[in-house]
């Protein structure tokens, strides 16, 4: 093996990988060093991928036993095989890791296993799982170590009771009762493949709300239907231990603003409360990398503050989404290769893959009051819409926020079946700085869900007018 390369990757997740290929189709010499058995980091092993192979195997599980007679098919004899749902989810993992694989082959990457530590601005140490270390020499390193998950002070997670999003994947039988502790993405989504499995399940989250961060109106639906479906919610509330006994877990709750402590049981429980950066043991203080007070490398531009040093990805500040790190992973290789990169990051979706799902790009109705910024609003709801009643897929809306002056879209919020795909042409819309008026006189195919876009972008005028 060659230890002299033009860029050494530390790091084989969505960021990582993703930069590697580039690099290589653009003719650089690339090595991606991955401490894991297996490429793509937590998003293809333990995140992105197994969760939706779950969430949707559930759906249709859930479809199947409660929701098919509505339409006129009777089904009797349903019956959960989960060992059976835990093989697909792993086939589907491992072939899209090998497909990663065969792409470092095909554009000429160097795949190294071992943990990879910066010594200077030009080496980096690798270190096997037999502790045998290596050093490789490069032009440039880019760390794209990612995520993992954030303890909860006073809990300790062993992946069999008290499971991180790890664990949640794997459990070998459905809970009776499950507590989940965040009611962010991670909890919702895996909370509702264990509702639907059968688990009852209680989400407890500290702030008042759930999915921070999401539009407050998207948010309050949300949890409207989520308690139709079976969802409880405690809301404003913390979690300080929980004890460990022979048949139960018994959790102590407090709530947020101070008050009386009580009491919960569960069989088991989720911690959901985020993601925190993986920089530790990297080698960044001896090399004079900054970090935050969270941990987070401090970039400009993907470039550290020592030249020759670059960072992508969870590890640095932003949203932790894997397609935030993909775009910079290919706006950094092409930096480090001398051409134009950029990343625009005001048009990044983010998307909960529940049922109905939840997407968004953009800004929120909150943020442009804050930034005192005059605007129009549109909406549709679902339940109009000709495709979602024929499909029996009428909860959610979608709405369109647009510029009072220009009418440049600023954000769209979405919730309803298949709203991951349809975000896409928002997105497109606004990173070409379309008004919402583009979108409600571009044609759009009859009876579709996407329909319910173009009439909510017509709303910002006031002209809706489809059933």
């Not at 989520?226 to 102590?252: D, M």
């Not at 088991?268 to 007070?293: F, H, M, Q, S, Y």
Request: overall charge negative; some cysteine; proline content about 3%.
């Amino acid at each position: 093996m060659a230890d002299t390369f033009d860029i050494v990757v530390i790091g084989g997740g969505p960021g990582g990988y993703n930069c590697a290929i580039r690099a290589g189709q653009l003719g650089l010499n690339v090595a991606c060093v991955e401490s894991g058995p297996t490429l793509g980091g937590t998003c293809l092993n333990v995140g992105c991928i197994p969760s939706k192979a779950l969430l949707h195997a559930s759906e249709l599980y859930e479809t199947a036993g409660s929701h098919m007679a509505e339409l006129g098919i009777k089904t009797k004899g349903v019956e959960l095989d989960l060992a059976q749902m835990m093989k697909a989810k792993t086939e589907t993992v491992d072939g899209l890791t090998k497909g990663i694989a065969f792409l470092f082959k095909k554009n000429k990457v160097t795949h190294i296993t071992g943990r990879g530590r910066i010594v200077s601005a030009g080496q980096v140490e690798v270190t096997d799982g037999k502790g045998k270390k290596t050093t490789l020499t490069t032009k440039n390193i880019v760390i794209a170590t990612g995520s993992e998950v954030t303890p909860c002070p006073g809990i300790e997670i062993d992946e069999e009771r008290i499971v991180s999003s790890t664990g949640a994947l794997a459990l070998n039988a459905v809970p009776k009762t499950m507590v989940v502790i965040g009611a962010g993405v991670i909890g919702l989504e895996l909370g509702s493949v264990w509702r639907r499995l059968g688990a009852k399940v209680h989400v407890v989250e500290f702030l008042p709300r759930i999915l921070p961060g999401a539009d407050g109106e998207l948010a309050k639906q949300a949890q409207r239907i989520f308690k139709k479906q079976g969802f409880t919610f405690q809301l404003g509330t913390k979690v300080t231990g929980i004890e460990k006994l022979k048949s139960k877990l018994k959790l102590n709750l407090e709530p947020a603003a101070g008050g009386d402590a009580t009491t919960m049981d569960a069989d088991v429980v989720l911690v959901a409360i985020g993601r925190r950066p993986v920089t530790a043991g990297l080698g960044l203080d001896e090399v004079g990398v900054k970090t935050d007070e969270r941990g987070f490398i401090q970039t400009d531009h993907w470039k550290t503050d020592v030249p020759g040093v670059w960072a992508i990805g969870d590890c640095t500040t932003g949203l932790m989404l894997a397609h935030k790190a993909e775009e910079e992973a290919v706006a950094c290789a092409e930096a480090i290769a001398g051409k134009a990169a950029h990343v625009n990051y005001d048009v990044i979706p983010g998307v909960v893959y529940t049922s109905p799902e939840i997407a968004w790009v953009g800004r929120t109705e909150e943020e442009l009051k804050e930034a005192g910024i005059a605007y129009k609003k549109g909406a549709f709801p679902f339940a109009a819409n000709s495709r979602a009643r024929a499909n029996h897929q009428t909860d959610g809306f979608i709405k369109v926020l647009a510029d009072a002056t220009t009418d440049e879209i600023l954000g769209v919020h979405m919730m309803g079946a298949q709203v991951s795909e349809m975000i896409g042409e928002a997105a497109l819309a606004m990173e070409f700085k379309a008004a919402s008026e583009d979108i409600a006189r571009t044609c759009h195919a009859h009876p579709t869900l996407s329909e319910a876009l173009r009439q909510a972008a017509m709303g910002v005028e006031g002209w809706t007018m489809q059933m």
